[in-house]
């Protein structure tokens, strides 16, 4: 194998997958570009603040009294040039920005000489003029010497350096004499332009700085689910990078401290003395039943930025559901070592970039779990087969329909789902999307005119998939991740039994039915309620500083790439 190949070769294998521990949370890597144009931005404010001052000052020398007065800048340029320097032994990046460019400025002077007789005066204009001065300045992203993560301006950093001035008197009789003393004045009008520059300058990097700090680190993130207002941790925790990025990563971690769950009990349905449910047997049925729209996944979703709504431009699609005997986590893939971070995390040379994790997902979907997002009773309304009323975790979510296929099968009975689910779930991403899969148990209990009106109970076991897509939207100020989410179950075993009697056979059409409307509920009903309960959305710690109008969403094996090219700054 030649050495291109070789290179080659590994830069695609780092592509694949992240390297530790950006393999975790939240992963946001903005471009050299865009830093770039965050100080193109800055210095413009600086310029526009510079032309509006104007200064005065004045000086003795060689016995002649000189003052100016009016001094403002008829013309300034400022073109920065950043350059990206990772510390070797922090998590910390150096952005060292040099500013060059042409200035002129105009002013009003006055020169007064004295003698022991008289007194001569002089006023006139003054025209001065830098080309390819030099400005240097410094800004920290990072760690500081306190462990403290932030971004950290340092003011002694910046010099100034007019290089050679050219210097012109006019408007009066004794320009001609003031020109030809030109290097006595020359110093005090450098000092004062250069002192000045650097103040400005110092002062809207600063608040540069200040802005975008505030807008990643001083976030009070949260959640509203199922009743709570949940805090999540999206503060930075890291800031490093290479010549061509800066990358900042976040947990991304809710905080479950604060929240009480309410314990429901489960009584069992069946005696201690029964056999266990088989999960390795199929369904009294003796096949397994699959429900949910299907469709053909997709690598990549473009989109405009969603203003103000939860509907973007996205199309969510999914893959047809494929049943997963095991529900462990994703397999851990060996991780490579630290190289070129900016060449080994995945984004754009342009713009921002973001990568969530599929650690992040699936803990977020964990804490659904603890929080009870799959745990709801939905009981037949009085005379009505295909309606429910449904209460989800405690609250009541209202009465939905439930599409039946045969309407004489449970017309004579009250039934009532009790759906939970039993373990935590495991999230799959991949080029179609994202998955996520869990196991629920439903227990189903049918009163009514059967065997002498004895009560039949239903213990079904089942697995659940959510698959979808994910939007972005901007909305009261904060960019959300909004799901779009279907669902689709496989039925492993449903066991009947009258009253606590051992497990019976019952009508082949009341299974079906009981099957069905428990799949119509876990494959249109549940995915509704989810997508009600989730509509805000996950935010993402992108400032608002940045507005993003078109992004590119790609899925690939561990991770989603939210990538903005063109980014419009406001400061």
Known sequence: MTPLILLLTVL????????????????????????????????????????????????????????????????LTMLPVIDLNKDPNKDKLVLDATIRGDLGVASRWRAIYRTWIHKFQFTGNVDVA??????????????????????????TACSVDLGGLDINFSGSKASWLINLMIGFFEQEIRDVLEHYICIAINEKVKEGAYELETAVFDRYDFVNILGHRIEINNRPNRITGGNTCAIITALGQLNLTMVETEKIPTKPFFPPTQPPIDETTSSSRMETKTTGTTGSGSATTTGKTSWGTTTGALTSSYT????????????????????????????????????????????????????????????????????????????????????????????????????????????????????????????????????????????????????????????????????????????????????AISPVNVPGYIVDEVENQLDNMLGRMLPDLIREELKTGYPLNIPNNLLITDFNIEYTDDYLLITAEDVVIEL
């Not at 144009?37 to 009294?65: P, Q, W």
């Not at 010497?145 to 003011?155: E, I, L, R, T, Y």
């Not at 089942?462 to 939007?471: C, I």
């Open 320 to 499: 047809s559901v494929v049943y997963v005997p095991e529900f462990s986590d994703p397999v851990v893939r060996k991780k490579r070592s630290d190289i070129d971070l900016c060449s080994v995390i995945p984004g754009n040379s342009r713009g921002v970039s973001v990568i969530v994790t599929e650690e992040m997902i699936s803990g977020f979907a964990k804490d659904m779990h603890k929080l009870k997002l799959i745990d709801y009773t939905a009981t037949q309304a009085r005379g009505v087969v295909d309606e429910y009323h449904v209460m989800w975790s405690g609250r009541d979510a209202g009465t939905v329909t439930i599409p039946t296929s045969e309407h004489e099968a449970l017309k004579n009975f009250n039934v009532r789902f009790r759906i939970t689910s039993t373990t935590a779930p495991s999230v799959n991403i991949n080029s179609d999307g994202i998955a996520i899969y869990s196991r629920l148990r439903a227990r189903v209990t049918l009163e009514g005119k059967w065997e002498q009106n004895r009560v039949i109970k239903v213990e079904i076991h089942t697995s659940l998939q959510f698959s979808g897509n994910l939007d972005l939207v901007f909305e009261d100020g904060m960019y959300n991740l909004v799901p779009t989410v279907f669902g689709s179950s496989d039925i492993t075993k449903a066991q009947f039994s009258i009253g």
């Open 12 to 75: 695609a294998t780092c592509q694949a997958s992240l390297t530790p521990p950006f393999d975790r949370g939240v992963v946001v890597k903005v471009s050299e570009q865009l830093i770039r144009d965050i100080g193109k931005v800055i210095t413009d404010k600086a310029v526009e603040e510079i032309k509006e001052t104007m200064l005065s000052g004045e000086a003795v020398e060689s016995g002649i009294e000189f003052s100016y007065w009016h001094l403002r800048f008829t013309d």
């Open 130 to 155: 830098a080309s390819g001065y030099r400005v240097t300045t410094r800004v920290v992203l990072g760690e500081d010497d306190n462990g403290v993560v932030g971004f950290k301006h340092d003011p």
